[in-house]
């Protein structure tokens, strides 16, 4: 695999990583949010999931829900560690902290 971080990686692939890396979270899941007004429109609603590059780095924002019983923070510290590995070891891009 090349270096160059100039690669084009679409959101859609962002989010497929993102989707992955919480399956192996035990007790979160993503929620759909509340509908926009252009995403009724344009016909695609994310689920619980957005991801954004900017150069090196991928903003991602998670919608989720937390089986009862579960301890909240360390339940949201497994899930920010598994995507953020998750994209930085798919794609060599950071997940800023």
Partial sequence: MS???DLAISAD???GI?????EDVDGVRPIQPPARVGEFLGGRRRRG????????????D??????YGKV???V????????REAVTSMTG???PS
């Avoid at 999931?49 to 991602?60: L, N, P, S």
């Avoid at 949201?76 to 995507?83: E, F, K, L, N, S």
Wanted: proline share 2%; net charge negative.
């Fill in 3 to 5: 270096d160059d971080r």
């Fill in 13 to 15: 692939v962002l989010y």
């Fill in 18 to 22: 993102v989707q992955l890396a919480l």
């Fill in 49 to 60: 999931i957005t991801a954004e590059r900017e150069g090196d780095e991928v903003w991602v």
């Fill in 62 to 67: 998670l919608t989720l829900a937390v089986t």
């Fill in 72 to 74: 909240i923070p360390k």
């Fill in 76 to 83: 949201a510290v497994a899930a920010q560690r598994a995507v």
């Fill in 93 to 95: 891009l950071q997940v």
